[in-house]
């Protein structure tokens, strides 16, 4: 799969933090493709987790303006896939897992 978002060198570093005494570790960027039904919807989706840290630092006045820019650029970003308006929303997550070494008995 084509994965766009580069990683950057705070996600090497927090992977060595994380692999840090682990027997065995996998990293993984995964793309989960989502059908939404309009860029809102994709702003919704985003806003309890990807928006949450932006979102807490704004008056409601200020977040209400950013969501509306923020539907604006979705907008342009993802333009609906059919007449229906259907957006594709490609969500990435990076997943870490590992375990500790198994100590003989």
């Known amino acids: 799969a ?10 090497h570093e927090d992977y060595r933090r994380f692999a840090k005494g682990l027997d065995n570790s996998v990293c993984e960027v995964r793309c989960y493709r989502h059908p939404l039904p ?11 987790t990807t928006l949450r ?6 008056s409601a006045l200020e977040a209400e303006q950013f969501i509306a ?14 007449e229906t308006g259907m957006r594709i929303f490609d969500f990435y997550r990076l997943l870490l897992v590992g375990r500790h070494p198994v100590e003989a008995s």
């Not at 820019?69 to 059919?82: I, K, Q, T």
């Open 53 to 58: 840290p932006w979102l807490a630092r704004l």
């Open 69 to 82: 820019a923020y539907v604006a650029g979705l907008n342009r970003a993802y333009p609906a896939c059919d």
């Open 2 to 11: 084509d994965h766009p978002w580069p990683p950057t060198q705070r996600s």
């Open 38 to 48: 309009d860029a809102a919807a994709i702003a919704n989706f985003t806003r309890s």
